[in-house]
């Protein structure tokens, strides 16, 4: 597609339940990142790939988030057992290359997770 | 730890009207990007300024980069209804081995007639 694809793009999940999210980056995209937005806040780091490697997963708020991109290309973000502050919007991103390259870097509309 | 900043939160402003956002930053980046966020929507890209002194113009936005008061503005002539959304600012950083977005708290802008 031309842009990053996310999905589903709402989830209602019951506290507890696990959730996997969907991210389909732009074709041949070496960067991706996963960002958490609480209502009326910024995007918060959650995790970077470089192609298949993650560099960086500091963000990753507890071990009950993983994130796996094994080809280098779709990557599923999966939270377990998920409790009711994991509601937000997850925003996956992409670019070309690094962020060092000066490149834009292209969000998807977003997955809005609500945990009830 | 990076701290970006940006003031206003909020802004309200009449169309016609000249104002300018500030984006606040605490240590040094590689680059600055800022986005334009509509409700319930994405971000969309407005602009990435590369270096110290850069502009970048697109329509009745401009942005402008000062690396050494680790500063950026977005600045909006004679603003029109289209134009309201929330702004962020992020710091881009590269650490030589992953690559790290941090964004600004974000501006909401509101342009009335």
């Known amino acids: 597609g031309a842009g990053v694809s996310q999905s589903p793009r709402y989830k209602v999940a019951k506290r507890g339940q696990d959730v996997a999210l969907r991210c389909d980056p732009i074709?041949?995209?070496?960067?991706l990142f996963w960002y958490q937005q609480a209502l009326g806040q910024g995007p918060e780091f959650l995790t970077y790939?470089?192609?298949?490697?993650?560099?960086?997963k500091s963000g990753l708020p507890s071990d009950r988030f993983f994130a796996e991109r094994p080809e280098g290309s779709v990557s599923t973000l999966k939270i377990q057992r998920t409790q009711q502050e994991d509601s937000a919007v997850y925003l996956c991103a992409s670019s070309p290359r690094r962020i060092a390259s000066g490149n834009t870097i292209y969000f998807g509309e977003g997955s809005w997770l609500t945990v009830v | 730890e990076l701290k970006v900043e940006q003031n206003p939160l909020f802004l309200s402003m009449q169309e016609g009207k000249n104002y300018t956002i500030y984006c606040n930053y605490s240590?040094?980046?590689?680059?600055l990007y800022w986005y334009r966020q509509d409700p319930g929507k994405s971000l969309e890209s407005l602009f990435v300024?590369?270096?110290?002194?850069a502009v970048k113009q697109e329509g009745r936005l401009m942005a402008s980069l000062d690396t050494k008061a680790r500063l950026s503005t977005l600045h909006i002539t004679a603003a029109v209804h289209d134009l309201s959304a929330t702004y962020f600012c992020a710091v881009g950083r590269y650490t030589g081995t992953a690559s790290k977005l941090t964004f600004g708290t974000g501006t909401r802008l509101q342009v009335t007639l």
């Open positions: 240590t040094t980046s590689d680059r």
């Open positions: 300024l590369l270096s110290n002194g």
């Open positions: 790939f470089q192609n298949e490697a993650q560099l960086d």
């Open positions: 074709s041949g995209h070496v960067s």
